[in-house]
Antibody, heavy 122, light 108 residues
């Protein structure tokens, strides 16, 4: 069965960086886009960016350009999201989510990771 | 950038029909997906490509999309349908995924 398993909760100080991992299993890793999004406490979903595990340049939300980097390791079927210059407003649950296919940006997200809480506090 | 507008809250009595809207400029020309999110859980897709329903989602869930409004309709609402619902599109003009702000469905 398809599974996306994310790394554990993180506590970071303002100005630090964080890297969250998302290990995929149960399907052909390079056949589906992978997206990252987040949800601040009590707030809605916010899309951050995506990567084609089969290669190609990641696409980022304009808000996160220059501060977020999404990478993938095909040998371990893992996608990473790294965010730098953290501030308190970045406190949120971060999710990875699989795109329905690996060729259509319009696709829905059919599987989600369990979420990773990142807390930014001095 | 493209904006999707949802009502913050929708209330409905059990057994009645709930309609949750998602407004956007010419959204009828886009593909809309809907997610259900219960507290402490990851979202789950309940309608994709405007009106398709994933396996395992009850037939009570349906979707439509035309003009400037997409609608998620939940018939014969049950207490277990109480959740936040988000719409999602891909905006090709900016190469971005856009989510609506979410609508909290309350079953009275």
């Amino acid at each position: 069965q398809v599974q996306l398993v994310q790394s554990g909760a993180e506590v970071k100080k303002p100005g630090a960086s964080v890297r969250v991992s998302c290990k995929a299993s149960g399907y052909a890793f390079t056949s589906h886009y992978m997206h990252w999004g987040r949800q601040a406490p009590g707030q809605g979903l916010e899309w951050m960016g995506m990567i084609n595990p089969n290669g190609g340049r990641p696409i980022y939300a304009q808000k996160f350009q220059g501060r977020v980097t999404v990478t993938r390791d095909t040998s371990t079927s893992t996608v990473y999201m790294e965010m730098s210059s953290l501030r308190s407003e970045d406190t949120a649950v971060y999710y990875c989510a699989r795109g329905f296919s690996g060729y259509d940006y319009r696709d829905p997200f059919d599987y989600w990771g369990q979420g990773t809480l990142v807390t930014v506090s001095s | 950038s493209y904006v999707l507008t949802q009502p913050p809250s929708v209330s409905v009595a059990p057994g009645k029909t709930a309609r949750i809207t998602c407004g956007g400029n010419d959204i009828g020309t886009k593909s809309v997906h809907w997610y259900q999110q219960k507290p402490g859980q990851a979202p789950v897709v309940v309608i994709y490509y405007n009106s398709d329903r994933p396996s395992g989602i009850p037939e009570r869930f349906s979707g439509s999309n035309s003009g400037n409004t997409a609608t998620l309709t939940i018939s014969r609402v049950e207490a277990g349908d109480e959740a936040d619902y988000y719409c999602h599109v891909w905006d090709s003009s900016s190469d971005q995924v856009v989510f609506g702000g979410g609508a909290k469905l309350t079953v009275l």
